[in-house]
């Protein structure tokens, strides 16, 4: 397949920015907000966003049961930030049940675990299959809090920057190992937002050649 077709939900969060990047990763690119358009892809990229929004469009638009379905299929997928919390199996929080996650990962992840929007942060790590470390860019961040046998750590926070509501550095350090990107089998997620480093396809181009494989 030289050229498959990815589609990026396109529901809420940042649709244009992975769509750019999967084309620039040897991919054709499409947003999918229909059935029929879902149906027609190779892969599907779940964005970032709000997962409890992002739960409830997928109702709006009728496209819940039919994603699930395909994912069960063995449809690759990546998902970034939300898009991670939603390819979950199970996600550890006081407001989970307001988040109805695919079950396409089996991993459990905490929403908001980093801390609020003002904790957002950028560093740089070791990712699994790419040589040079990766610029990550966490908003609101998921972590990783379990993982499945068949899963896969592609990579971990070394080091959490200083951040104005997390002065205590004992508090930082104990962010430090957290697990922020993984694979099971075709399916790919990161809690970070790699669609927002200009010039760096690099963990998009990972997926593309996951699509292509299958």
């Known amino acids: 397949m ?29 947003p999918v907000r229909r059935v029929e358009e879902l149906d027609a892809v190779d892969g599907i990229v779940l964005p970032g966003g709000e997962s409890t929004t992002m739960t409830r469009l997928l109702d709006t638009f009728e496209l819940y049961e039919p994603l699930r379905a395909r994912l069960a299929d063995g449809l690759p997928a990546y998902g970034s930030c939300a898009g991670m919390i939603m390819l979950a ?3 550890d929080d006081d407001r989970a049940a307001a988040v109805r996650p ?4 089996d991993v459990v992840v905490r929403r908001n675990a980093f801390g609020r929007q003002v904790d957002s942060f950028e560093t740089d790590l070791d990712f699994h299959g790419i040589d040079d470390p990766v610029h990550a860019v966490f ?4 972590w990783v809090e379990k993982i499945g046998a068949g899963v896969s750590v592609l990579a971990t926070v070394s080091e959490v920057p200083d951040a104005d509501t997390t002065p205590d ?12 990107a993984v694979q099971q089998g ?16 690099r963990v998009h181009r990972c997926f593309v050649r996951i699509v292509r494989e299958r």
């Open 2 to 30: 030289a050229e498959p077709l990815v589609g990026v939900l396109a529901l809420q969060g940042g649709v244009a920015e992975h769509l750019a990047a999967l084309e620039r990763s040897g991919a054709r690119a499409i």
């Open 89 to 91: 199996s199970s996600v």
């Open 102 to 105: 695919l079950g396409a990962l």
């Open 139 to 142: 908003i609101r961040a998921p």
């Open 169 to 180: 550095a004992t508090e930082r350090e104990g962010l430090a190992g957290r697990i922020v």
């Open 186 to 201: 075709a399916v790919l997620a990161t809690a970070f937002h790699p669609e927002l480093v200009e010039g760096d396809e």
